[in-house]
């Protein structure tokens, strides 16, 4: 016979209790198993006539220069400093939520003086314990673990982002450094043409108005150089921000470096590897998680407990030496919450939704950064190969109209005019070579190159 009646009821009354909790479970569409499908239903994207197979995003560009600064942008950028810590913080997070999974130990050691009487001291044990009957400590393990791996995923894309940062800004210097040699020998030459046209005004050859219109163009570019190294000077600010340091100066080539294409393969392969479009994913899943979580404290729960315990006149006889030993068993399940639970489940199945809505606007930003990207650098090769041709014509014009403006036949206006388009293409082509180099980066960022690891990852 028994000597627990209430223990055989026990089975009963779980079955029951999870019986109506079960029946409030969700029934939300796997959007997962959808965020796969919608990633793997892509269509290819266009082609380009070339490229090149990289693994890596600092591949594209080989310069030992450049590398170093990727490395000090790494080590000393703020931002990325902060994008770090936020995962270690969720990885002792997660390690705290794994701990809830095993028994927790307590000890205790008291002492009580009451009037007349002597000293007692009091020493404990406890053991206490949650059964996870539904895995629901299990869930939320798995949901602290999964926002591990998305924060991990989100810091992967923050670093790669930075150096596809650091090496646009480094082709910024070299195109802005150009310019201001550009503007340099158009002030050159502006000012010589001053010189040349006053010596003849003063030998009676040319009239005050040629003169003024020299003074005014040479003035004209005077100003834009100065504008232009000033912006030299502040994007060498903007670098040095992204590498973490508060002043210095950075070498500057003289020539752009050779930056390959990179090769756009097929979608769904290409797109595992963007890193922002894991941690969307992850998202999804650590949502998942949690709903189910959120649906398992509608169900019962057991607590066990153990404990030994001590009294003696003395310390040392309270260290455990004859204890007095309980055990307690406790079962709980909430009867009436107002709808709290029932309205924190659904709130966690919408939360679920929204992380799948996300998944699926980063998965078509995506799609669209490589599509801008092919397509830019279709268009930039086929404006550079225009300006090139404009350019070489621009220059026969300029040695045409010289020798005219000598002989009489222009005027110098006419020359001016023809000075000032050639050194306009001439800044236009070398803008168009940073932007086609600079789209390259990005084409290989939104193909999810990454960059290499090293021991700091």
Do not use: H
Not at 43 to 61: K, M, P
């Amino acid at each position: 016979m028994c000597r627990f009646p209430c223990l055989k009821a026990l089975p009963i009354v779980l079955f029951w209790l999870a019986a109506a909790g079960c029946s409030s479970f969700s029934t939300s569409p796997d959007y997962l198993a959808q965020a796969d499908s919608d990633r793997q239903n892509l269509v290819s994207w266009s082609e380009l006539d070339e490229g090149s197979e990289t693994a890596y995003l600092d591949d594209l560009v080989n310069s030992d220069a450049l590398s170093a600064l990727i490395a000090e942008a790494r080590e000393a950028n703020p931002d990325l400093g902060q994008t770090l810590l936020s995962l270690e913080i969720l990885q002792a997070q997660y390690r705290a939520t794994r701990a809830d999974q095993l028994p927790e130990i307590d000890a205790g050691f008291g002492a009580n003086k009451t009037e007349d009487l002597d000293t007692s001291y009091t020493g404990s044990i406890s053991v206490s314990w949650e059964l996870d009957l539904w895995a629901k400590i299990s869930d939320e393990a798995s949901a602290a673990e999964s926002d591990v791996a998305e924060q991990l995923a989100l810091y992967q894309a923050a670093r790669d982002t930075l150096a596809a940062e650091v090496m646009q800004g480094w082709l910024k210097l070299v195109n802005l450094n150009r310019s201001v040699a550009i503007a340099e020998q158009r002030v050159e030459l502006l000012e010589k043409n001053e010189q040349w046209i006053l010596q003849r005004y003063r030998s009676g050859l040319g009239d005050l108005e040629d003169l003024d219109s020299a003074q005014s163009s040479a003035a004209s570019a005077r100003a834009t150089l100065f504008a232009t190294q000033e912006s030299l000077q502040q994007q060498q600010r903007a670098l040095n921000l992204l590498l973490g340091r508060s002043y210095g100066s950075t070498a500057i080539a003289a020539d752009y470096p050779q930056v390959l294409l990179p090769l756009a393969g097929l979608a769904d392969q290409t797109l595992q590897r963007r890193p922002d479009l894991k941690a969307a994913y992850l998202a999804i899943e650590a949502s998942d998680f949690r709903t189910s979580v959120a649906y398992k404290e509608m169900l019962p729960s057991i607590n066990l407990g153990a404990a030994l315990s001590d009294t003696g006149t003395s310390p040392g006889e309270a260290l455990l030496k004859n204890p007095v030993w309980s055990l307690l068993g406790q079962l709980t399940a909430p009867l009436f919450r107002g709808g709290e639970l029932k309205a924190s489940a659904e709130a966690a199945e919408l939360t679920t939704a929204r992380s799948y809505q996300a998944y699926r606007e980063t998965l078509l930003n995506a799609v669209q950064e490589v599509e801008n990207a092919i397509g830019q650098e279709s268009s930039l090769a086929k404006q550079q190969q225009q300006i090139d041709s404009a350019l070489l014509s621009a220059r026969r014009n300029y040695e045409q109209y010289q020798q005219k403006y000598r002989n009489g036949l222009v005027s110098v206006l006419d020359l001016l005019e023809v000075q000032r388009q050639t050194f306009d293409l001439e800044s236009q082509l070398n803008d168009l070579i940073y932007e086609r180099l600079s789209n390259r980066i990005t084409l290989g960022l939104a193909l999810g190159l990454g960059i290499k690891e090293t021991d700091q990852s």
